[in-house]
């Protein structure tokens, strides 16, 4: 594979050869780009001599005025290592003041980032933003480790492994675009099912998993289609957004759009009580006590489960006790393909929260936890498995 190695100017720029070395040893062209602040640390003849490529750093010193263009084209996968806070920030913005920045914009293939900084940079809001934006991009970030920092400091900055950063890189080039020519449905965020005009019920989904399982499904190739309730996110690029409200509206705009699906994801949490005949006036604050009377909104997943026909069909399950019990009861019941378990008790990881930490249980009898991480990464984590799934139970129906 032919690797685009984007070294910025840290003082982790030195590991960056450590990981250019790695990349040929395990058969890879590396071809290294360094920005002005990395000659600082490195020189250019280091990656040069190691990867036996001449190193690109000046926009204007090439022969052809096009050269990035060109460079953009030739390489499977675009690796920054490291990517400091000031080269994270021109990334997000997509300044193209330099080589490294300029290729970044033409190159159309994934990327792989590992941040190295101080502690404190890399935990500045600003930082988060700009991480959140590559993240959203579908770009695979690498790191950054915790531990003695070149500053003094000891805390989350330090450049991951090369032997990490390696791994990630050719882990993208596997799995790229493996769901290109399908259509993947995912639903995401909480219903509202309302009690007067102004009133409702609802739950505390962000939406933030379901739109990260969207994103990572994008970015496999997949034609995206997001049913998505009530959330604050922008939608993501490339995906087919419906807005709906209500248990009923997304049950209905599910079923109208499952024909075209293989995947089906259920990660919205739907609320299971709905009010049949909602007053179309606001209502009034008559009595001392007031009780509701709820029918069950309709289980989307159990329908699902009844029509999916040879769909792979992923259920979430959220749950504040008993986890895999509880997970594998709905798939069974559900007639699931795999269910996301996630304990929404704990303060880190859950509802809004950024990160998650879930169990997957499959058909198949498999349990598998997946480790905090965020949103972006559980993601990428459950699409990687879904498609393990997928060809085992291919393979066991052929049987
Ligand atoms: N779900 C659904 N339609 C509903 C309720 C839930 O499609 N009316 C789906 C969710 O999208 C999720 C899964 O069912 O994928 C699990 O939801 P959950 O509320 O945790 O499960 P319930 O079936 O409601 O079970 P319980 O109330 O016993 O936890």
């Known amino acids: 594979m032919r690797v685009l190695l984007g070294v910025g100017g840290g003082i982790a720029a030195y590991k960056s050869a450590e990981l250019a070395r790695l990349l040929m040893e395990r058969g890879h062209e590396v071809q290294t780009v360094m920005t002005a602040a990395a000659e600082e640390f490195v020189r250019p003849l280091t990656f040069a001599a190691l990867t036996g490529r001449k190193t690109l750093t000046d926009l204007f010193a090439i022969e052809s005025a096009i050269e990035h263009i ?41 990327v792989v980032v590992a941040p190295a900084m101080n502690v404190n940079m890399w935990q500045h809001a600003a930082t988060r933003a700009n991480l959140d934006t590559l993240l959203g991009r579908g770009h695979r970030i690498v ?111 599910v079923f109208e759009n499952l024909e075209p699906a293989s995947i089906v994801i259920k990660s919205a949490a739907v609320a299971d009580f709905h009010l049949s005949a909602v007053p179309d006036q606001k209502v009034k604050k008559t009595a001392a006590r007031m009780s509701l009377e709820l029918d069950p909104t309709p289980d989307i997943l159990a329908e699902l489960g009844r029509k999916k026909g040879d769909r792979l069909l992923i259920g979430f399950a959220a749950e504040t006790q008993n986890l895999q019990q509880e ?46 991480a965020s949103k972006h990464e559980i993601a990428r984590r459950i699409f990687d498995e879904v498609m393990k799934l997928r060809l085992v139970l291919h393979a066991a129906n052929e049987r």
Do not use: W
């Not at 699931?336 to 249980?361: H, K, P």
């Open 70 to 110: 060109a460079v953009a084209q030739q390489n499977d996968v675009f690796a920054i290592a490291p990517a400091t806070a000031d080269l994270m920030a021109r990334l997000a913005h997509g300044l193209a003041d330099d080589f490294l920045t300029t290729v970044y914009l033409a190159f159309a293939g994934p």
């Open 143 to 253: 790191g950054p480790g915790e531990g003695y920092l070149a500053c003094g400091m000891t805390g989350a900055g330090r450049l991951a492994d090369p032997e990490e950063i390696a791994d990630a890189i050719e882990q993208e080039l596997r799995t790229r675009r493996d769901l290109e020519g399908e259509t993947v449905l995912i639903t995401a965020g909480p219903t509202q099912e309302p009690l007067d005009p102004v009133r409702f019920i609802s739950n505390r989904s962000s939406g933030k998993m379901g739109y990260a399982l969207a994103e990572a499904a994008a970015a496999r190739g997949a034609h995206v289609i997001l049913i998505s309730g009530p959330v604050h996110l922008p939608p993501p690029r490339g995906v087919e957004v419906i807005s709906v409200r209500t248990a009923r509206e997304m049950r209905d705009r």
């Open 327 to 372: 997970a594998r009861r709905k798939l069974e019941s559900k007639n699931c393909d795999m269910v996301v378990a996630n304990f929404v008790g704990g303060a880190e990881t859950g509802f809004e929260s950024d990160q998650n930490e879930v169990v997957l249980v499959m058909r198949t009898g498999e349990v598998l936890p997946l480790p905090r």
